[in-house]
């Protein structure tokens, strides 16, 4: 159990809805990250917050939007959902030295 | 910016068998270094990183690496493979600075015959 936290486990929704993933880090950890996994594209960075600001983007698409909270969890939300969205979406949380922790992920599926 | 390269897709070794997976980085200093293994429906767990230092690490379920700064090289090895170490394992390399971001490779899924 490496301490961080992702809800839901799963998701099946239809395309062109939205959903919002949620993470909560490590107890005292600052840093968090967001991964996309799909098969075709590997384990891809989308997103990174230190202590409730943006501090690098990766390959997020527009319709991906991020935010971490002042209790310094963190929701991902995905809007206009399509087919090609499906994957794995996993958290990861850091404290000093660079050494990232991740969830279990959520396994998204769109229809 | 940085890469990296798992050259193998899948290896297939049986159980007690030695293990070696190969992991090649492109980067113009020396990186940041790590080893993740993920188990079918799980996260990734960290299986040792390199940070400077001795350059043969030690990690967790009797994993370890070297780091060959000639040859851009962080292979992971394991004298004797069990079956429970059948899984996807991922090398990441990190610049020094900035936001630490790493750049993972594709991955080495692990087949272990009894």
């Known amino acids: 159990d490496s301490g961080v936290t992702q809800t839901p486990k799963h998701l099946i929704t239809a395309t062109g809805q939205r959903v919002t993933l949620r993470c909560s880090p490590r107890?005292?950890?600052?840093?968090v990250y967001w991964y996309q996994q799909s098969l075709d594209q590997g384990l891809q960075f989308l997103i990174h917050?230190?202590?409730?600001?943006?501090?690098a983007k990766g390959n997020i698409l527009e319709r991906f939007s991020a935010q971490q909270f002042p209790d310094l969890h963190s929701e991902l939300n995905l809007s206009s959902l399509e087919l090609g969205d499906s994957a794995l979406y996993f958290c990861?949380?850091?404290?000093?030295?660079?050494?990232?922790?991740f969830g279990p992920g959520t396994r998204l599926l769109v229809l | 910016a940085q890469s990296v390269t798992q050259p193998d897709i899948h290896i297939t070794v049986s159980e007690g068998a030695s293990l070696e997976l190969r992991c090649n980085y492109s980067?113009?200093?020396?990186?940041?270094l790590f080893w993740y293994v993920q188990s079918p429906g799980q996260g990734l767990q960290l299986l040792l990183k390199?940070?400077?230092?001795?350059?043969l690490v030690q990690g967790i379920k009797g994993f370890e690496a070297e780091f060959k700064r000639s040859q851009s090289s962080f292979n992971l090895r394991k004298p004797s493979v069990h079956w429970s170490d059948a899984a996807e394992y991922f090398c990441?390399?990190?610049?020094?600075?900035?936001?630490?971001?790493?750049?993972f490779g594709r991955g080495t899924s692990l087949i272990v015959h009894p």
């Open positions: 990861a949380s850091s404290g000093v030295l660079e050494t990232q922790y």
């Open positions: 390199y940070f400077s230092g001795d350059t």
């Open positions: 990441a390399v990190a610049a020094r600075g900035g936001s630490y971001i790493p750049t």
């Open positions: 107890s005292g950890d600052l840093s």
């Open positions: 917050y230190y202590n409730g600001e943006e501090r």
């Open positions: 980067y113009g200093a020396t990186p940041y």
